[in-house]
């Protein structure tokens, strides 16, 4: 009897960064990125986690992906958005 096929999930890196609004600030410069490493089957989902963990607009993108061995080491669960 064959076993369960499993899912194969990658580790994307996903950069989130604030919209800019209208207006100028004081100081002119854009707000530093965050990065999150979220374990997902495809990266459509990887970018849906974690703008879903966004409050206001933002600009999501895949920047990147870690090895598996880096994704052990870190202890990341599937799904579980982490800032790196």
């Given at each position: 009897?064959?076993?369960?096929a ?54 999501v ?7 598996t ?16």
């Amino acid at each position: 009897m064959p076993g369960r096929a499993r899912s194969r999930y990658t580790t994307y890196l996903v950069s989130v960064t604030a919209e800019r609004s209208g207006g100028r600030g004081r100081s002119g410069r854009k707000p530093a990125p965050l990065v999150y490493a979220v374990m997902k089957p495809n990266a459509e989902a990887a970018m849906a986690a974690v703008r879903s963990l966004a409050e206001e607009p933002v600009a999501v993108a895949i920047v990147g992906s870690l090895s598996t061995r880096v994704s052990k080491g870190l202890k990341l669960k599937p799904g579980e958005p982490r800032v790196v």
